[in-house]
């Protein structure tokens, strides 16, 4: 188990066998060392800085109906919202004043934007607060949207494969989505030039560990610069209320891993660590975890943005959570920094 866990910093690669053998045998003593080996890697790349992200969930309609998400179209007790642009702007400027360089535009899928909406979105963020980093996390879209948004200054994207197994995702989603089209985005994403991030649920449902050892081999064939994974969590109005939570454990040791396998990817410590443990996000950075994204959406809407039960961080003012989760980053010996933080080729 060590010498497999030594390889895989050496060479940043394993075979899927042995990826396998890692994932199904590892116990608290590995877990540890690769834990360890991660945050030597993630500390040669970014020192003890963490960069933050600010989220703003600006919609929480969806015409799609992913079978574990809170907010999917089926579920009519969801209190819909779309925030404004004046409101959005209000919290790029808060979060500006907190020192955020990096907004993560977030929402459903909702028909009701149009290109140009994203577009007019994204220009006047871009105008305003020029020496910020735009990232987008709103879907599946056409080629020719996402370079549209692209050219209006969008820097990044966020869209998690979800699972690279085709006949899981189809467990996890309703047969209009197809992992084929997900993989096609992800292509057009990167070919257009933005800084792309992908991800999975740990322990989503019907999830086998050949499914990870597929899921970490199509991400290191990527080569993503953002990877963001965290435990499934069920919400109690989906088809999926009654489904086991993913494990801490697996979430963390799958951080090391894929932190050796992509040493300088911008990997965030995830709200749903947080959900799941109290310190999940520390622990998230010390098994190699460089990056955290806390909310800057508007108080009064953060309930409803519920992709699953219990989400940390749902009361608390921006200014709170980021006091907050800057004196927990301080107490393991890290330091959130006023940065962007783009990825780095090196
Ligand atoms: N609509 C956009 C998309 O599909 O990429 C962005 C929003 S979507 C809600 C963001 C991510 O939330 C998904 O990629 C999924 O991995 C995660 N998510 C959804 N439901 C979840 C759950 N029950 N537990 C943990 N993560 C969940
Ligand atoms: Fe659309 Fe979750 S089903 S955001």
Wanted: proline share 3%.
């Amino acid at each position: 188990m060590i010498d497999l866990i030594d390889k895989l910093q050496k060479t940043r690669d394993l075979k899927r066998d042995e990826l396998f053998y890692l994932l199904s045998n590892f116990n608290h003593n590995t877990s540890e060392y690769i834990h360890e080996k991660a945050r030597e890697v993630a500390q040669r790349y970014f020192g003890k800085k963490i960069y933050t992200r600010g989220l703003i969930e600006f919609t929480n309609y969806c015409k799609n109906d992913c079978f574990y998400c809170g907010i999917r179209y089926s579920n009519k007790n969801v209190d819909r919202y779309r925030l404004s642009i004046d409101s959005i702007l209000d919290c790029c400027e808060s979060g500006y004043h907190l020192g955020f360089r990096t907004f993560v535009l977030q929402g459903g899928e909702d028909l009701e934007y149009t290109d140009n909406d994203i577009v007019n979105l994204v220009s006047t963020i871009k105008s305003r607060f020029p020496d910020c980093a735009i990232t987008l996390s709103i879907g599946e879209k056409s080629y020719d949207s996402y370079l549209a948004y692209f050219k209006s200054g969008a820097d990044r994207f966020l869209l998690r494969h979800e699972t690279a197994t085709a006949q899981h995702y189809k467990k996890l989603h309703p047969h209009n989505l197809t992992l084929d089209r997900r993989k096609q985005c992800l292509q057009d994403l990167k070919s257009i030039g933005y800084q792309v991030g992908t991800g999975f649920m740990v322990g989503s449902p019907y999830q086998t560990i050949e499914n990870l050892v597929e899921d970490l081999l199509f991400i290191k064939e990527i080569t993503p610069q953002m990877i963001g994974i965290g435990p499934y969590i069920p919400h109690h109005d989906t088809p999926f209320a009654n489904e086991n939570a993913g494990s801490l454990e697996l979430t963390l040791f799958l951080i090391s891993v894929i932190r050796l396998m992509n040493p300088n990817a911008l990997i965030p410590a995830t709200t749903s660590l947080g959900t799941i443990d109290p310190n999940g996000r520390e622990m998230g950075i010390l098994a190699g975890a460089n990056v955290v994204m806390p909310n800057l959406s508007p108080v009064n809407v953060r309930k409803k943005y519920e992709l699953y039960d219990n989400k940390i961080c749902t009361d608390e003012e921006a200014a709170e959570c980021k006091v907050c989760l800057s004196n927990r980053i301080n107490k393991i010996g890290y330091e959130i920094v006023v940065d962007r933080g783009d990825y780095v080729n090196i």
